[in-house]
């Protein structure tokens, strides 16, 4: 592990025992969580981290404990050997979970620029399923291209519930990508890669009409990206126009611009959209 990898690793370490700290709980357990098909025992949590449930049965709608763990006060490396003290801690309503990604050291670390669609990328207008319908801003084609010289990977993670209510297929999501990717392009701005969820537990689509960590905030779309990109999300940021679009990352900060669409409870996130160029070093 190289100094600027042992770096990253000790701020995550730094967050999570600050986190136990102030949890107040000396019977609290803070667990790493992943987003991993492979694992049988899955979790999810609520806005406060709090682990609610640990028999989740859907790969898509919970989370796996892996990386990291905080008990009596010390920071190990989760293994199988903390699963008794794990399952006790839930049990008596002590446990938490934070979704993270610790960065291949092996690998080139990058930082991402994690941007929302509607509203940020492009005029929010309702559900759209037809590129007729897509209003480019101008100014994020500068942000996206700044954020390029910048070294930045950027990514769109955006909630498309319109496929679950059946008002548009995932390959009109897919062509309004493309069309979204073709139209920066031509302003030297390249969107690296596209995430989205289909799924709403109100769909009208049997397959997509359930909850899933891959909808904004749960954080599946992210970790996901992560582990594609090899992704430090100590030092990268999300930009969103809402307060779903604060991802349940809570070292992973969110910028949030005002539009005329929605209001934002969390005050402290908005920024100016010319002030995000300082943001991005």
């Known amino acids: ?36 098909f492979n694992n049988n025992k899955l979790y999810t949590i609520d806005d406060n981290y709090k682990i609610i449930k640990d028999n989740i049965q859907n790969p898509l709608s919970g989370y796996s404990i892996s990386n990291l763990i905080v008990y009596d006060n010390k920071v190990f490396e989760y293994n199988e ?84 209510y059946n008002y548009y297929t995932n390959d009109d999501v897919k062509n309004v990508h493309n069309y979204l990717y073709e139209e920066y392009k031509k302003h030297d701005a390249i969107i690296d890669d596209f995430y989205y969820c289909p799924y709403h537990i109100k769909g009208n689509v049997e397959e997509y009409k359930l909850l899933s960590v891959l909808r904004k905030p749960e954080a599946a779309m992210h970790l996901s990206a992560c582990k594609k990109y090899n992704i430090d999300l100590t030092s990268s940021f999300m930009i969103g126009d809402r307060d779903s679009d604060i991802v349940k990352i809570p070292f992973l900060k969110t910028l949030l611009i005002k539009t005329d669409v929605y209001d934002i409870v969390n005050v402290d996130n908005i920024v100016e959209v010319n002030d995000i160029y300082s943001f991005l070093i």
Do not use: C, H, W
């Open 81 to 164: 050997s903390f699963n008794l003290v794990i399952d006790e801690a839930f049990n008596n309503g002590n446990l938490y979970g934070i979704p993270l990604y610790i960065p291949d050291a092996n690998k080139k670390v990058n930082k991402a620029l994690f941007l929302d669609r509607d509203g940020v990328l492009m005029e929010d207008v309702g559900y759209i399923g037809e590129v007729e319908r897509v209003k480019i801003k101008k100014e994020f084609t500068d942000i996206v291209k700044y954020a390029n010289e910048k070294n930045y990977i950027t990514i769109v993670t955006t909630n498309q519930a319109g496929v679950s």
């Open 1 to 36: 592990m190289n100094n600027f990898d042992k770096i990253v690793y000790d701020k995550i370490k730094s967050f999570f025992l600050s986190f136990y700290n102030n949890l107040n709980n000396s019977k609290a357990i803070v667990v790493g969580l992943t987003f991993d």
